[in-house]
């Protein structure tokens, strides 16, 4: 029992991760009809570039506030000078763009770190806790809490701001969006910013717990997606429980399956939710619309 | 049909055979020879892979999964069970086929990026399955002593004319189906799915086929490929070489069939460049042919999305009709002078 109780809890710290890279997908989703495949280089980014500053011997805040800052430009910069300039662009075009952003990232990054695997101090001791025989390390309750204030912040204000209300109506309608005097194109580059930032300080909490490299973008995107398209692609709040669910059977099959088939099975399960039902599992409005 | 394609490719298809057979004459050192064989492997993956992207309109990102898939199967029923490698080798383009048949069929109704995504799952689990499926695949060790190929002695020019004349093949298999009622099919599906199941074709099908031929060729591809290196490990199989298909695709055109081909030889020569601009120039560690793939699929996209060879071709028929035009004028004027002259 403890056991079992052991591996869920694995499972919520892997799936709030997940559940930030579903958001971001899904952020920009909404937008500008791009999936972003670059989605889990931002995440890469925010851990990486944090230890480099504090290599620099900056304090642990303050690199981590630079990072986020950091990350959250090259996305505005990506949506301005990349995404914005191929506007008309078809589907296939913009996957393989979007695919060659992330290798880019991917390359520099392993130019610049090579390809050693980083690992950051915990915000708080190393010493794990012990809650009725089920040891979660305390760096899991940070990325919990911060995976919680995320969603919240960003359920309020896409939900209760006059800023979420020109995202929604951008994603609902553009046309009509700009006739009311509000910008697509400024909202798309919100949208970036959005995603560049929650992907960062996802990025930064997960560091410590899991250590840091130049590839770990790749499988944190394949993941997110899978849970944004579990829950469903325009569902932020469906997407961020499938992203739970499926950090719980993955680490619930490490656990009793086999470690090594870890990642194959969050894929499966990808592969088969798109056989059975592609709107996901709580449904989603605009599939097969838009970007796709 | 031979006689429609050669009406229609002849100067390309005897420019490609006169360079072909002259490369290695050309380049008698060993090592360039074992890259133009190399190059030859890709580009039987990147003309399949062409089929999918530039003709059906959809994206696959691992196709270095079905490479791995046929590299394994030959591998392993040549090494383990002693069959021929000639066996091996139909038998590295049919179980790629399959896999691609039932993945395919699973996911032919999805579009853009669900494919994507689901193809690039596809990779994974394939890299990861040959990892773990130790006692047949040798896991992370990988497999050796796979049995050589024995064409005309086994030499690397022996070896060099065997894949290409497989490139030759696949080539002219692609021309073909691009010139045939089927290559129309494609076109059609590629400008406008709806319009095209309206006039009666089966976009799923015709989606499914291409899914399932460029599978095949990745397939007989890998399988060479085990034969000639006579190891393997899952490595190569990742996305990263996926990645490097892509790129291949994208530079030459994706429309094109000779687009793969020059984009496959172009990215094929850059990566040798790379390794030794690397062996050079000693703060060149890392993933420099990661930055230069993704740095040319972005560049590509943004300006110029048709790709090299469509590019040149406009350009070269632009140049043409200017020439005719030209001429033109020129005998209307000295006719006009003929006449003055006449009165």
Redesign the interface.
């Given at each position: 029992m403890t056991e079992l109780l052991q591996y869920v809890a694995n499972g919520l710290v892997s799936g709030g991760i997940y559940a930030i890279v579903a958001v971001g997908f899904i952020t920009i989703y909404s937008v500008s009809k791009v999936?972003n495949?670059a989605q889990g280089e931002f995440l890469m980014l925010g851990g990486m570039v944090t230890v480099a500053l504090i290599g620099m011997n900056l304090p642990y805040g303050l690199a981590a506030l630079l990072a986020i800052l950091l990350v959250t430009l090259i996305g505005v910069l990506m949506q301005k000078y990349?995404i914005a300039?191929?506007k008309k662009?078809n589907?296939?075009?913009l996957?393989?763009?979007t695919?060659?952003?992330?290798?880019?990232?991917?390359?520099?990054a392993?130019?610049?770190w090579?390809?050693d695997a980083f690992a950051l101090e915990p915000i708080t001791s190393n010493e794990p806790i012990s809650l009725g025989g089920v040891m979660i390390a305390q760096q899991s309750i940070w990325i919990l809490a911060a995976v919680l204030i995320i969603l919240l912040l960003l359920w309020y204000l896409m939900d209760k701001t006059i800023l979420g209300k020109k995202i929604n109506a951008c994603s609902v309608n553009p046309m009509a969006a700009r006739l009311m005097g509000i910008s697509p194109t400024k909202m798309s580059m919100l949208a970036f910013a959005i995603s560049g930032a929650t992907g960062a300080i996802a990025g930064i909490v997960i560091a410590p717990l899991s250590v840091t490299s130049y590839d770990i973008g790749?499988?944190l995107g394949?993941k997110g997606?899978?849970a944004a398209?579990l829950g469903g692609l325009g569902n932020p709040l469906g997407a961020a429980v499938a992203a739970f669910l499926l950090g719980i059977v993955e680490s619930l099959g490490a656990g009793y399956i086999?470690s090594?088939?870890k990642?194959?099975i969050a894929?499966?399960v990808?592969?088969g939710m798109?056989?059975i039902k592609?709107s996901g599992i709580f449904g989603e409005r605009s599939v097969?619309k838009g970007?796709? | 049909m031979m006689k429609q394609i050669i009406d229609k490719w002849g100067k390309s298809i005897g420019i490609y055979l006169f360079l072909m057979v002259l490369f290695p004459f050309v380049m008698p050192d060993e090592y360039y020879r074992s890259v133009g064989i190399i190059i030859g492997l890709q580009a039987i993956v990147t003309i399949g892979l062409c089929l999918v992207m530039g003709l059906a309109g959809q994206i696959s990102l691992g196709q270095a999964a079905f490479w791995g898939i046929g590299a394994y199967t030959s591998a392993v029923l040549t090494t383990k069970y002693g069959l021929p490698p000639f066996i091996g080798l139909i038998a590295a383009a049919i179980v790629p086929g399959l896999f691609a048949f039932i993945l395919g069929r699973a996911i032919a109704g999805l579009q853009g990026y669900y494919l994507a995504m689901a193809t690039l799952a596809f990779g994974y689990i394939v890299q990861i399955g040959i990892t773990e499926w130790e006692p047949v695949t040798g896991g992370a060790n990988g497999m050796i002593s796979i049995p050589q190929m024995t064409f005309f002695g086994g030499s690397e020019l022996s070896m060099y004319f065997l894949i290409w004349g497989v490139v030759t093949c696949v080539l002219l298999f692609s021309l073909n189906l691009l010139n045939s009622r089927v290559g129309r099919a494609f076109r059609a599906i590629h400008k406008s799915e709806i319009a095209a199941t309206s006039m009666g074709i089966d976009v799923r099908k015709f989606k499914l086929n291409a899914f399932v031929v460029s599978g095949m060729f990745a397939g007989i591809s890998g399988g060479l490929y085990a034969h000639y290196m006579g190891i393997l490990d899952p490595q190569p199989f990742g996305l990263h070489e996926s990645i490097k298909f892509l790129t291949m695709v994208v530079i030459g055109g994706m429309t094109s069939i000779w687009g793969a081909l020059v984009g496959t030889i172009l990215i094929g020569f850059i990566s040798e460049g790379l390794v030794l601009l690397s062996e050079v120039v000693p703060g060149l560690q890392g993933d420099v042919d990661t930055i230069v793939f993704g740095a040319i699929l972005v560049l590509f996209i943004m300006f110029m999305p048709e790709g090299l060879v469509p590019r040149i071709r406009t350009a070269f028929e632009k140049g043409q009709a200017k020439k005719a035009k030209g001429m033109a004028e020129e005998a209307q004027r000295k006719q006009q002078v003929e006449r003055k002259a006449a009165t």
């Open positions: 999936i495949l990349v300039y191929v662009a589907p296939i075009s996957i393989i763009l695919i060659g952003i992330s290798t880019l990232i991917r390359g520099i392993s130019f610049i090579g390809k790749v499988l394949i997606f899978s398209i086999s090594g088939m990642d194959a894929f499966l990808l592969i798109l056989l592609p097969g970007g796709l | -």
